[in-house]
């Protein structure tokens, strides 16, 4: 069963724009009496400060993943079943992100919180690679020539080095949540670090070629 690619990714678009809608509701500030006074404002904002900074950082590794997701969806020529549902697991793995978040929020050094929290982003990005590699084994990707087919190899290698690199660190912050959360929230900033260091591809020439063998095979007469 080949499915169109646009409808897996604008599926997938959904629950994760959901899943950020979701995580938002956790901060709720804390009610004041009026007249209220500066001192007991500013109590409220940093009673508050660790749910907002915990979601600020789910957001942004939410929408890393996001990025990837579309990156490898671009790359994709075609999708069969067990991608369909290895692309399922890993929206079930992203979509639990709202409970350590809020469980981190309300309780940032809390050992089992970091631990839990680590334990969820590592699925996440394990899920994902599962995916990526799947899809590199089973020629799902774009091959139509062979410098494009080399071009994405590339792209793919330097993204699971990366991935390696993020469950490995996502992985370790759960035994180091124990000995120090710090150590753990450290662990927890190395892979959003990662993905913004140049890899020396230019992803956007890549994706311009992608798009223009796509907009060739939709104009091709049957």
């Known amino acids: 069963m080949n499915i ?8 997938s678009d959904g629950v ?23 001192a007991e404002l500013h109590a409220g904002l940093m009673v508050v400060a660790p749910n907002l900074i915990t979601y600020l950082f789910s957001f942004l590794v939410i929408g890393i993943l996001w990025l990837n997701h579309h990156h490898i969806y671009l790359m994709l020529q075609k999708v069969d079943e067990k991608l369909m549902w290895l692309n399922l697991h890993f929206l079930f793995w992203i979509s639990l992100i709202p409970f350590p978040t809020s469980m981190l929020g309300g309780n940032p050094f809390l050992p089992e919180s970091a631990a839990i929290y680590g ?7 394990f899920s994902f690679t599962i995916m990526r590699t799947y899809a590199m084994r089973h020629a799902l990707m774009h091959n139509d020539n062979k410098v494009m087919e080399k071009k994405i190899k590339l792209v793919n290698n330097k993204a699971k080095l990366k991935n390696y690199i993020g469950m490995a660190a996502y992985f370790l912050s759960m035994p180091m949540a124990y000995i120090s959360v710090y150590i753990s929230f450290v662990c927890f900033i190395i892979p959003p670090i990662l993905f913004f260091i140049p890899d020396g591809i230019d992803d956007e020439v890549v994706a311009e070629q992608i798009a223009e063998i796509n907009t060739n095979a939709s104009n091709t007469p049957l």
């Open 4 to 11: 169109n690619t646009n409808r897996v990714e604008s599926f």
């Open 16 to 38: 994760i724009s959901i899943i950020i809608t979701i995580m938002v509701f956790n901060i709720k500030f804390p009610r004041v009496k009026t007249p209220y006074t500066s």
């Open 119 to 125: 334990g969820i982003l590592f699925m996440s990005a």
